[in-house]
Structure formats: structure tokens, C-alpha cells
């Protein structure tokens, strides 16, 4: 199906429940308060606790037609909040007296851990802010990006980018390519983004909200476009580099206190700063094998994955190969997605997840990922999704629940509680989303 940026696209729902279930039809803080927990000491030094002065339309009237983020992951109840709660909880002592958390000796220890360290978090807000960089295509449009992930190791150490030794198996197919000038700016050969469509998603039925009947991303890329890029005449590195703003001047763009217009910025934007040249996005809630995280979700290779993520279409991601995990030449981790898990009482369930609790309330849908810096090797910050579908028989049981570990959700599946979208044979569902990994919560 090609994106057409005018017309948000209806289909029935069994033809999109078949579609998914192979291909998806698509190119495929404080102590005592229960809604906000304070970040634990070792955050101290390493992120911005102040609240960001950002206006936020993460609450509108309709949140499957709002733009902008969304909600961001400091929710009103523990279904929509998985920041942890302080070790003083239910102790004699307050919290002054405990030490610090073992990550701050070994960072794959218990304790929380910052890996995208080219900005600070603010762990109130739920948001970073990081540097915003400037490049044009051949024709001198401006294209307007940020750097996330990169596969070499030395320049991830000295730009606090995350290392992901995946990305170099992303070049032959899912990449664009760019070049230093004479400046030492980007030139583009290809690749551009349209802000400009209106997002929007039209849910299912109560308790079935997903899949949606009718769905438009905020942002379509053009054929070319992939956020990843390759430097040919800089030793060929392999960067993850979504575009935020296209074809726009720096005073068309200049939002530094929040009132974003999506309609020249990306979604995720909360803020962007062209003089002092600062970006600030909104983060994600999900797992990794079992701890709590937060994500930046930027592009998405379906046009429903985008609407539904908030994030840009990027049909050239599409060429990435799927299935194939950590197997030799493969550039993607996976990304664990519930369509049907718990959402009754929306973020006051602690047990809430998946897809359908995403349209229904608008937080997000706590999914779970692989491997991520400090605990596996296998980080890629481009994830093959899978959607998991609980068993009816499961339900009737009472056995469906939250999951937030990749070896739990294989094993329920080999168990038979979960299966692909309409109980078709559990495997890739045929697209991709790159998502950054910025913050280990414990």
C-alpha cells in the first residue's frame, strides 16, 4: 500500500487481522505519592531533575487525532508509571541512608543507568534533550536531524552515543548514504520527510481497539528515507540519524518552550531550540528482560506502526531483513508487542499492556524489548516487532498478564497462552521501529 498523506485509510478489521498475523497488510516522585516517584540517588550528576517548561499536548480532548507525543511515561497510575519506587519504601530509615545503587560500580548491575549520554534526562518530565544538527541535500534544502546510535565503538565513547555493532549489517540495504562537505556538514543524496499529514487513528470497538478501522501517520517519508545513514567519505560508519524538520529555516522551527507545530516538526518533538541548537523528545516506558526502560520511538517502516507510535513512516526501512535476530548479517533486535493484553482501569492497572490499552486510554502500550546496552550484546536500535496475541483459553483462565521479559513471552508461546494476531503461528509480524534506548530504570 503506498502512504497517501491526504487520505487516512479504512480497511475492515478481519482483512487487517489476517494482514497482521503475516505481513501486516503493509509494506509491512516523591515517597508518599502514588502517582509520581522521585528518581533514586545515583541519578544525581547524570540527569536534570528540573521540571522542563514545555508545553505538552499529551492530554488533548481526542488522543488517537492529537499530534504531537502523546503521553509521556510518567502516567497517573503504576500501569502507565514503571519509574521504581526508592529502597526507603517501607524501611525504619529514610532514604539518606542507604548507598548507592551497584550500577554506579558496574553499570550491568541493579540500579539505574543513563546510556544515551549526549543530553540530560529530566526524570520529572519524562523527557531529553539532546543536540540538534543541520545538514542539506544536494539541492540545499535543510534537513534537520539528531544522532542516536552508531556502530563503531570509539565514536559511540566520545559523541555518548549508544554502540550498536548491528547497525554495520544495515548499510547494504536500509541505509542512505551522505557525505562531509568542506564545512564538515552532512550533504544527503536521498531521503526526505513530509511533517505535514494530520495523524490520526480511528480505534475498534471497546475492548478490541485494536486493530484500528482507519489510521494516518503525522510524518511520511519519501521512498528513500531511512533515519539511517552511511558517511561514505568519513570510513563508511553507519548512523542512526532520524530527521526532526525538513525543508525548513531555522526561524520556521524555533519552539524553544514547547507549542510545537507538528505540521514542520516531527511528533515526538516537545521542544526544539534552532540557536542554541537542542532537541527535546519525549520518552517511552517498556521492559528489557524484566527491568524497566525508557525509549525514543522515531520511525516506524509501516504506515500504522507510524500513526500508532507517533512517529515517522520510513518505507526504506522496510528493505531491512527480518526474522533472523542475532543470526550473522542481521541488523535487528526484536520488540515484543501485546495486542490484547490487560487494560481494564487503563494506567490504574499495574498488570496493563498492549495495544489495544494504548487506543483505548492513549499511554503507551509497555513493550518489551531484547538485548540493550549493559545487559546483552545484541543491541540494535532497529527492532523486528512481534506482535503476541493471548489465547482466548488463556483469558478464560485468568492467566493474562503483564510480560516483561523476552524469555517469558517465548515460553508462553511455546506453552501455547500466546500466539500472532488471530492465532496464526507466533513469528516476525513484518516490520520495523527504531527505537533508541536512552535509560535503564533498575
Known amino acids: 500500500m503506498n502512504c497517501n498523506a491526504s487520505n487516512t485509510r479504512r480497511i475492515s478489521r478481519g482483512a487487517l487481522a489476517s494482514a497482521f498475523a503475516i505481513t501486516l497488510g503493509i509494506t509491512a516522585l516523591a ?19 528540573r521540571s522542563a517548561n514545555i508545553a505538552n499536548a499529551a492530554a488533548p480532548t481526542n488522543f488517537n487525532t492529537a499530534q504531537g507525543p502523546g503521553p509521556g511515561p510518567i502516567g497517573p497510575g503504576p500501569g502507565c508509571n514503571l519509574f521504581p519506587a526508592p529502597p526507603s519504601v517501607g524501611a525504619t530509615v529514610n532514604l539518606s541512608y542507604f548507598g548507592p545503587s551497584p550500577s554506579t560500580v558496574n553499570r550491568s548491575l541493579v540500579g539505574p543507568v543513563q546510556l544515551l549520554n549526549t543530553g540530560p534526562v529530566d526524570a520529572t518530565a519524562g523527557t531529553i534533550t539532546i ?3 543541520l545538514g ?8 534537520w536531524y539528531v544522532l542516536l546510535d552508531v556502530d563503531d565503538s570509539d565514536v559511540a565513547n566520545e559523541l555518548g552515543l549508544n554502540f550498536s555493532a548491528k547497525l554495520t549489517f544495515a548499510a547494504a540495504n536500509g541505509a542512505r548514504t551522505a557525505n562531509f562537505d568542506q564545512n564538515n556538514d552532512l550533504v544527503f543524496d536521498k531521503g526526505t520527510v513530509d511533517f505535514s499529514p494530520v495523524r490520526s487513528i480511528t480505534p475498534g470497538p471497546a475492548g478490541h481497539e485494536f486493530p484500528p478501522v482507519a489510521f494516518q501517520p503525522g510524518s511520511v517519508g519519501d521512498k528513500d528515507y531511512s533515519p539511517l545513514i552511511q558517511i561514505v567519505n568519513a570510513g563508511g560508519v553507519v548512523y542512526n540519524a532520524p530527521i526532526v524538520a525538513f525543508g525548513v529555516t531555522a526561524d520556521q522551527i ?10 514542520k516538526v516531527h511528533d515526538q518533538v516537545l521542544a526544539i531550540d534552532t540557536t542554541n541548537m537542542t532537541v527535546t523528545l519525549n520518552l517511552i516506558n517498556g521492559f528489557s528482560f524484566g527491568k524497566p526502560v525508557w525509549y525514543l520511538s522515531m520511525d516506524t517502516s509501516i504506515p500504522l506502526g507510524a500513526a500508532i507510535e507517533h512517529n515517522t513512516f520510513a518505507p526504506l526501512q522496510a528493505a531491512l531483513p527480518l526474522g533472523k535476530d542475532d543470526t550473522f548479517g542481521s541488523p535487528i533486535e526484536r520488540i515484543f508487542i501485546s495486542t490484547n493484553g490487560p487494560e481494564e482501569g487503563g494506567c490504574a492497572n499495574p498488570l ?3 495495544l489495544s490499552a494504548d487506543l483505548a486510554d492513549g499511554f503507551r502500550p509497555n513493550n518489551v524489548v531484547g538485548g540493550i546496552p549493559t545487559n546483552a550484546l545484541d543491541y540494535s536500535p532497529i527492532w523486528d516487532a512481534q506482535l503476541f496475541e493471548w489465547t482466548q483459553d488463556a483469558i478464560n483462565k485468568g492467566f493474562r498478564g503483564q510480560l516483561r521479559e523476552e524469555f517469558q513471552i517465548l515460553t508462553f508461546v511455546e506453552d501455547g497462552l500466546l500466539t500472532a494476531p488471530g492465532g496464526k503461528p507466533f513469528t516476525t509480524s513484518g516490520f520495523s521501529i527504531n527505537c533508541t534506548i536512552v535509560q535503564r530504570l533498575d
Do not use: C, W
Not at 524555533?254 to 505540521?263: A, E, K, L, R, W
Open 352 to 354: 496493563r499492556q498492549g
Open 31 to 49: 515517597q508518599d505519592s502514588p502517582r509520581l516517584r522521585t528518581p533514586r540517588r545515583a541519578f544525581e550528576g547524570r540527569i536534570d531533575i
Open 131 to 133: 543536540p540538534l544538527y
Open 136 to 143: 542539506h541535500m544536494k539541492n540545499g534544502k535543510n534537513v
Open 254 to 263: 524555533n519552539f524553544p518552550n514547547g507549542n510545537v507545530d507538528y505540521s
